[in-house]
C-alpha cells in the first residue's frame, strides 16, 4: 500500500484491450471487471511490505511490463511438441498464450451432462451459471493478482459437473506460453455438485525466455463432492508464474491437492481452502529449486465448520542459489469444534547459497481440537551419506539417492499411474543416478 | 469438558490478590510529553550532558514513528500527551539511608508484596534493588556486591558514579530508534537496574528487582542494563506486581543484555501487572523490549519468564548469538484470561558458529483471552552448523479464547538445523479422566495437568521464582484449574 505502488503501468496498457475482452456485454462481469481494474490501478502487485509477500518480491513484473496477447499474436504450437506434455488417457484442453485452443483440445467421449468450456464461452452462453460461481470462491480483491486476474483475464476453463457424475478420465488442462514477453493471464472455475467426482490435472509450460502466466482458478465443491488436482508447474527457467487455486468445501466433500512447483524464475502459488462441516482436505506439495530460483508457496486452510481435517505436507528441496518459502496458515473459527489440523513443512537446504523461509501460523478460536503444525529445515544426513559411502556409492550419487527420496515421498502420492511416471521422470532427471537398482545396496 | 463452564465461571470470580494502593504523596509532573519535560526530567536526575543528547534524540525519532500494528492485539488507541512521564516518593532529594528512614508506609507495601528488605529476609540471600514508581528507594547488599567488584545500582545512580560505563553500553543492543516503545522509553526512562558483572566473576547471589506501579496516570519505563564481561556469570531475577486501577496504564520497558567471552546471563521474569477486571476494564498495557547480545565465544543467555498479568503484553525477549558457540534459550509461559491478549515470543539470530538456541513456549488461554506465539529463528549465511529446536504448545481453556502461533523461520546456511513443533489442544479428557478415576478431584487433576504442561519451562527458574510462579498460576487458574 506504499504510494510507489499505485503507480503502476499496466492499467494503461492493458485498458486498450479491455473491449476485446471476453464477457464485455454480460453487465455482472464488466462490472466486477472495472471494480478490480481500479483496485489494481490503486494498489498494483503486491508489495514486501504486505505481511503475506514479505518473501517474494514481485517488482520484477511491474518493471518488465507483459503484453496482453491479442488473439491474432497466438503463437502457433503443433500437436507433436504437445504430446511430451498430455497425459495419454485423459480429455485434454489446451491454453495457447491465455487463449482456448479448440483444434488441440481433445474432449471426446465427455459425458453431455458435463460442461467443459472455455470461459470466453461459457461467459456467454452459461452466464447465469457462472455468475452464481464467479468470484464467489476468491475476493477479487484478496491482493493485487487476483484483482488483476478478474480486470484482464482473456481466456480459461470452466468446468461443471452435475450431481453424482464420475467422471471415468481425468481432465487435463495444459496452459502453455510460446513467446518471450506474454503475460497469460487466465481464469477457470469447476464446479462439482453433489457427489460428483472428478480429477484435474493442470500442466504449466512455456518458452525459454520471460514471460508471465497469471492464472487464477476458483472451485466450488457442493455437498459430498471429491475433487483431486494435481497442477505442475514446469514453467520456463525465466518466466514468472502466479498461481492461485482458491477452494470452497461443502459439508462432506473432499478436495485433494498435489502441488509440484518445478520451474519458473519467480513461481507462487497460493492454495486456499474454505472447510464446512466434516469436510477434508489434503494438501500435499513438493517445490525443487536450483540456479536463482524463487518457489513460494502460500497455503490458508480455514476450518469454518465443525469436524473438518485438514492434512498438509510441503517438501522443498533448495539447490545453488534458490530460495524456497513457505507460508501456511491454519484458521479455526469459533464454531468449529472437533477440528483434527496436522501441517507439515520440511526443506532441505543443499547448497550454501540456498535459502528456506517458512512460516507456519495457527490462529485458534476453538478449544476442543487438535492442531500442530511443524518445521524443519536442514541437510542430508552425513550418516546416511557415509553408510551409502562404505557400500561403493560416490558421494554425489549418494546425496542424489537421499535428496530423491526424500522428494520422492511426494511423488509417490500421485494415484493416476501415467502422471506418477512422468512426474518422476522429472525427478529423476534433476537427480541423475538416484534411481539405481543395486541389489548388493 | 463436563466442568468447564463452571470452571470458568469461578476462574472470571477470581479477584486480583495484589490489589492495594499505597498512600504516598508523589511528586508528578503535570501529564504530557515534549523537550522541555524531558529536558526537566533529565535535570531532576541531574543527569550528564551526553544522556540528555540521547534522550532528545530518541524522542525526536520517536515523533516520526508510528505504533507498531502487526500483533495479534486489540488495543485502544494511547495518549501518549496524557500521562505523566515522572513520579518520585516525595522525599527523593534526601535519600534514606537506612531501613529506618523509609516512609512505613513503603515497608508496609514492600511487606504485602514479599519483598525481603528487611534483616530476617537479608538472610535468604537475595539482594533487592526496588523501584518504587520511579526512584530507587532502597538497595541491600551493597557491600557484599561491590567486595565481588560488581555493580549493581539504580541506573540513574549509575549514570553519575559509572557514566563512562552507561555510555559505552546504553543503547549498543536496543538503539533508540529500535522500534516505537523502545524510542519513547529512551527518551523518558525515570530508572531502573544497572549491573555489571567483572571479568571471571560468578556473582555470589541472585539479583533481583522488585517493580511496581503506584501512582495513578503514570506510565512507568524502567530500562535495565545487564554486562556479563569475560568469564562471568550472573542471574538476574524481576518481579513485578501492580495495584487494581481503571486506568490503563502503560508500561514500556527496555532490558539490554550484553555478554562477553564466556560469560553468561540468566534472566527470570515473573510478570504479574493487573491484568484489567473480569470485563476487559482497565488493566497494565505492557510493551517491553527485551534483548541480549551475545558478543563473545561461548557465551550464553537465557530468558524466562512467567507472563500472568497484564491486559495486553507485547514482549519478545530476542537472543543475538553473535559469538561462536554461543546458546540462547528461551522458555515461556503465558497464562492469559478474561480480556487479556497476549502476544509474546522470541527472535534467535544466529549468526555466529556453532550458535544453538532452544525455544520452549508454553501458552494457557482462558476466558475470553487471546494468547498468541511469535517467534523468529534466523539463521545468517556464515552461522554455520547452527542449531535450533523450538517446541510451542497452547492449551485452551473454555471456548471463547483464542491460542495463535506465528513462527518465522529463515535460514540460509545449508549445514544448519532448524526444528519448529507446536501443537494446540485443550486438557485431554483421558487424562482427566484418568485423574478422577483415581480418586482425584477434577480441579486437583487439571491443576496436575496444568502444571505438568508447564514444567519443563518452571524448573528453568531458580528456586524461590519456582515457587512464586507456582503460586502465581495458582491464583491466575484457582477455581478454574488449579
Known amino acids: 500500500m506504499s504510494a510507489v505502488k499505485t503507480i503502476s503501468q499496466y492499467p494503461t496498457e492493458y485498458e486498450k484491450f479491455s473491449d476485446a475482452l471476453p464477457g464485455q456485454l454480460v453487465s455482472w462481469l464488466r462490472l466486477l471487471r472495472q471494480d478490480a481494474a481500479q483496485h489494481f490501478s490503486a494498489h498494483g502487485f503486491p508489495s514486501l511490505r504486505e505481511e503475506e509477500w514479505r518473501y517474494t518480491n514481485v517488482s520484477a513484473i511491474e518493471k518488465k511490463?507483459?503484453?496482453?496477447?491479442?488473439?491474432?499474436?497466438?503463437?502457433?504450437?503443433?500437436?507433436?511438441?504437445?504430446?511430451?506434455?498430455?497425459?495419454?488417457?485423459?480429455?485434454?484442453?489446451?491454453?495457447?498464450?491465455g487463449h482456448y485452443s479448440a483444434s488441440l483440445s481433445n474432449l471426446d467421449g465427455i459425458p453431455e451432462s458435463v460442461t467443459v468450456m472455455n470461459m470466453a464461452s461459457a461467459v456467454e452462453q452459461r452466464a447465469d451459471l457462472l455468475e452464481k460461481y464467479?468470484?464467489?470462491?476468491?475476493?477479487?480483491?484478496?491482493?493485487?493478482?487476483?484483482?488483476?486476474?478478474?480486470?484482464?483475464?482473456?481466456?480459461?476453463?470452466?468446468?461443471?459437473?452435475?450431481?453424482?457424475?464420475?467422471?471415468?478420465?481425468?481432465?487435463?488442462?495444459?496452459?502453455?506460453?510460446?513467446?518471450?514477453?506474454?503475460?497469460?493471464?487466465?481464469?477457470?472455475?469447476?464446479?462439482?455438485?453433489?457427489?460428483?467426482?472428478?480429477?484435474?490435472?493442470?500442466?504449466?509450460?512455456?518458452?525459454?525466455?520471460?514471460?508471465?502466466?497469471?492464472?487464477?482458478?476458483?472451485?466450488?465443491?457442493?455437498?459430498?463432492?471429491?475433487?483431486?488436482?494435481?497442477?505442475?508447474?514446469?514453467?520456463?527457467?525465466?518466466?514468472?508464474?502466479?498461481?492461485?487455486?482458491?477452494?470452497?468445501?461443502?459439508?462432506?466433500?473432499?478436495?485433494?491437492?498435489?502441488?509440484?512447483?518445478?520451474?519458473?524464475?519467480?513461481?507462487?502459488?497460493?492454495?486456499?481452502?474454505?472447510?464446512?462441516?466434516?469436510?477434508?482436505?489434503?494438501?500435499?506439495?513438493?517445490?525443487?529449486?536450483?540456479?536463482?530460483?524463487?518457489?513460494?508457496?502460500?497455503?490458508?486452510i480455514n476450518h469454518l465448520q465443525p469436524h473438518a481435517i485438514s492434512h498438509e505436507l510441503y517438501k522443498g528441496v533448495l539447490n545453488q542459489r534458490a530460495k524456497g518459502v513457505f507460508q501456511g496458515r491454519v484458521l479455526v473459527a469459533e464454531q468449529a469444534q472437533k477440528t483434527d489440523s496436522m501441517m507439515n513443512n520440511r526443506n532441505l537446504l543443499l547448497s550454501d547459497d540456498a535459502e528456506a523461509d517458512t512460516k507456519p501460523q495457527l490462529e485458534i478460536y476453538a478449544d476442543d481440537v487438535k492442531c500442530a503444525h511443524g518445521v524443519t529445515v536442514g541437510q542430508l544426513d552425513e550418516q546416511s551419506v557415509f553408510y551409502l559411502q562404505s557400500r561403493c556409492v560416490d558421494k554425489q550419487t549418494a546425496r542424489n539417492m537421499l535428496t530423491f527420496a526424500f522428494a520422492n515421498e511426494m511423488v509417490g502420492k500421485i494415484k493416476l499411474p501415467e502422471l506418477h511416471d512422468r512426474v518422476l521422470a522429472q525427478l529423476l532427471q534433476r537427480f541423475p543416478q538416484a534411481g539405481i537398482q543395486q541389489d548388493w545396496l | 469438558m463436563s466442568t468447564s463452564a463452571q470452571e470458568i465461571d469461578s476462574y472470571i470470580g477470581q479477584k486480583y490478590k495484589d490489589g492495594f494502593v499505597t498512600d504516598v504523596e508523589v511528586d508528578t509532573f503535570p501529564p504530557g510529553l515534549d523537550e522541555q519535560v524531558i529536558a526537566k526530567l533529565s535535570a531532576i536526575k541531574g543527569e550528564p550532558e551526553f544522556m540528555l543528547e540521547y534522550r532528545l534524540k530518541a524522542f525526536r525519532h520517536w515523533q516520526t514513528m508510528t505504533e507498531p500494528n502487526w500483533a495479534q492485539l486489540n488495543i485502544e488507541p494511547i495518549d501518549y500527551q496524557s500521562i505523566s512521564y515522572y513520579s518520585a516518593p516525595k522525599k527523593d532529594s534526601d535519600k534514606p539511608q537506612s531501613l529506618d528512614e523509609i516512609d512505613p508506609e513503603l515497608l508496609e507495601t514492600y511487606k504485602k508484596l514479599g519483598i525481603p528488605l528487611d534483616e530476617q529476609?537479608?538472610?535468604?540471600?537475595?539482594?533487592?534493588?526496588?523501584?518504587?514508581?520511579?526512584?530507587s528507594v532502597a538497595t541491600t547488599f551493597k557491600g557484599k556486591l561491590k567486595d565481588a567488584g560488581v555493580i549493581f545500582c539504580p541506573i540513574s545512580e549509575a549514570l553519575q558514579e559509572y557514566p563512562d560505563l552507561v555510555k559505552q553500553y546504553l543503547g549498543t543492543v536496543v538503539p533508540s530508534g529500535d522500534n516505537f516503545f523502545a524510542a519513547l522509553n529512551a527518551a523518558v526512562f525515570t530508572d531502573g537496574s544497572f549491573v555489571y558483572i567483572p571479568?571471571?566473576?560468578?556473582?555470589?547471589?541472585?539479583?533481583?528487582?522488585?517493580?511496581?506501579?503506584?501512582?495513578?496516570?503514570?506510565?512507568?519505563?524502567?530500562?535495565?542494563?545487564?554486562?556479563?564481561?569475560?568469564?562471568?556469570?550472573?542471574?538476574?531475577?524481576?518481579?513485578?506486581?501492580?495495584?487494581?486501577?481503571?486506568?490503563?496504564?502503560?508500561?514500556?520497558?527496555?532490558?539490554?543484555?550484553?555478554?562477553?567471552?564466556?560469560?553468561?546471563?540468566?534472566?527470570?521474569?515473573?510478570?504479574?501487572?493487573?491484568?484489567?477486571?473480569?470485563?476487559?476494564?482497565?488493566?497494565?498495557?505492557?510493551?517491553?523490549t527485551k534483548r541480549a547480545e551475545c558478543r563473545g565465544a561461548n557465551s550464553k543467555v537465557s530468558w524466562t519468564q512467567v507472563e500472568t498479568g497484564s491486559a495486553i503484553?507485547?514482549?519478545?525477549?530476542?537472543?543475538?548469538?553473535?559469538?561462536?558457540?554461543?546458546?540462547?534459550?528461551?522458555?515461556?509461559?503465558?497464562?492469559?484470561?478474561?480480556?487479556?491478549?497476549?502476544?509474546?515470543?522470541?527472535?534467535?539470530?544466529?549468526?555466529?558458529?556453532?550458535?544453538?538456541?532452544?525455544?520452549?513456549?508454553?501458552?494457557?488461554?482462558?476466558?475470553?483471552?487471546?494468547?498468541?506465539?511469535?517467534?523468529?529463528?534466523?539463521?545468517?549465511?556464515?552461522?554455520?552448523?547452527?542449531?535450533?529446536?523450538?517446541?510451542?504448545?497452547?492449551?485452551?481453556?473454555?471456548?471463547?479464547?483464542?491460542?495463535?502461533?506465528?513462527?518465522?523461520?529463515?535460514?540460509?546456511?545449508?549445514?544448519?538445523?532448524?526444528?519448529?513443533?507446536?501443537?494446540?489442544?485443550?486438557?485431554?479428557?483421558?487424562?482427566?479422566?484418568?485423574?478422577?478415576?483415581?480418586?482425584?478431584?477434577?480441579?486437583?487433576?487439571?491443576?496436575?495437568?496444568?502444571?505438568?504442561?508447564?514444567?519443563?519451562?518452571?524448573?528453568?527458574?531458580?528456586?524461590?521464582?519456582?515457587?512464586?510462579?507456582?503460586?502465581?498460576?495458582?491464583?491466575?487458574?484457582?477455581g478454574s484449574v488449579g
Not at chain 1, 71 to 89: C, N, P
Not at chain 2, 358 to 369: H, Y
Open chain 2, 199 to 288: 571479568k571471571g566473576v560468578r556473582c555470589p547471589m541472585e539479583l533481583s528487582t522488585y517493580f511496581r506501579i503506584n501512582a495513578a496516570n503514570t506510565g512507568q519505563f524502567e530500562r535495565t542494563l545487564i554486562i556479563a564481561d569475560e568469564d562471568s556469570h550472573v542471574s538476574y531475577l524481576e518481579g513485578c506486581t501492580a495495584p487494581m486501577r481503571d486506568e490503563n496504564q502503560l508500561h514500556a520497558a527496555v532490558v539490554e543484555l550484553v555478554v562477553m567471552d564466556n560469560a553468561e546471563i540468566k534472566y527470570s521474569t515473573v510478570q504479574n501487572w493487573y491484568p484489567g477486571d473480569e470485563n476487559g476494564v482497565g488493566g497494565i498495557y505492557n510493551f517491553v
Open chain 1, 134 to 300: 464467479f468470484s464467489q470462491v476468491v475476493d477479487s480483491k484478496e491482493h493485487g493478482f487476483v484483482a488483476f486476474n478478474t480486470a484482464w483475464f482473456s481466456d480459461g476453463l470452466f468446468i461443471h459437473v452435475p450431481a453424482k457424475q464420475v467422471l471415468a478420465k481425468p481432465i487435463q488442462i495444459l496452459h502453455i506460453v510460446t513467446q518471450a514477453g506474454f503475460m497469460a493471464n487466465t481464469r477457470d472455475i469447476i464446479v462439482l455438485e453433489e457427489s460428483a467426482e472428478a480429477k484435474v490435472i493442470e500442466t504449466y509450460v512455456g518458452c525459454d525466455d520471460a514471460y508471465c502466466s497469471a492464472a487464477v482458478m476458483e472451485i466450488a465443491l457442493e455437498q459430498n463432492a471429491d475433487l483431486t488436482l494435481y497442477k505442475l508447474q514446469m514453467e520456463g527457467e525465466k518466466a514468472y508464474h502466479f498461481g492461485g487455486t482458491y477452494v470452497k468445501q461443502a459439508r462432506d466433500s473432499r478436495f485433494t491437492h498435489h502441488n509440484f512447483a518445478f520451474g519458473g524464475l519467480l513461481a507462487r502459488n497460493d492454495t486456499h481452502t474454505d472447510l464446512g462441516h466434516a469436510s477434508a482436505c489434503d494438501l500435499n506439495g513438493l517445490y525443487l529449486g536450483v540456479k536463482r530460483q524463487h518457489i513460494d508457496n502460500h497455503t490458508r
Open chain 2, 313 to 478: 503484553t507485547w514482549k519478545y525477549p530476542s537472543c543475538v548469538l553473535l559469538g561462536d558457540n554461543s546458546v540462547g534459550e528461551f522458555y515461556s509461559v503465558a497464562v492469559t484470561n478474561n480480556y487479556q491478549q497476549a502476544d509474546t515470543g522470541t527472535k534467535m539470530i544466529h549468526i555466529g558458529k556453532n550458535t544453538r538456541s532452544t525455544i520452549i513456549s508454553k501458552g494457557i488461554s482462558a476466558g475470553r483471552s487471546q494468547n498468541t506465539y511469535r517467534g523468529l529463528v534466523k539463521v545468517a549465511k556464515n552461522a554455520t552448523n547452527a542449531r535450533n529446536y523450538t517446541q510451542c504448545d497452547s492449551l485452551l481453556v473454555g471456548d471463547k479464547c483464542g491460542a495463535h502461533t506465528f513462527p518465522y523461520v529463515e535460514v540460509k546456511q545449508p549445514s544448519a538445523q532448524v526444528e519448529h513443533e507446536a501443537t494446540t489442544s485443550k486438557i485431554s479428557e483421558d487424562q482427566l479422566f484418568f485423574c478422577q478415576q483415581r480418586g482425584i478431584s477434577a480441579e486437583d487433576a487439571v491443576s496436575m495437568i496444568v502444571n505438568g504442561f508447564c514444567k519443563s519451562v518452571f524448573k528453568e527458574l531458580p528456586m524461590e521464582f519456582a515457587v512464586e510462579a507456582q503460586a502465581l498460576l495458582g491464583i491466575s487458574l484457582e
Open chain 1, 65 to 97: 511490463l507483459f503484453s496482453p496477447v491479442a488473439t491474432s499474436e497466438i503463437g502457433a504450437v503443433d500437436m507433436d511438441s504437445l504430446k511430451q506434455h498430455l497425459i495419454a488417457d485423459a480429455w485434454s484442453v489446451v491454453l495457447v498464450d
Open chain 2, 121 to 135: 529476609e537479608r538472610l535468604a540471600g537475595v539482594a533487592v534493588d526496588a523501584v518504587f514508581d520511579s526512584v
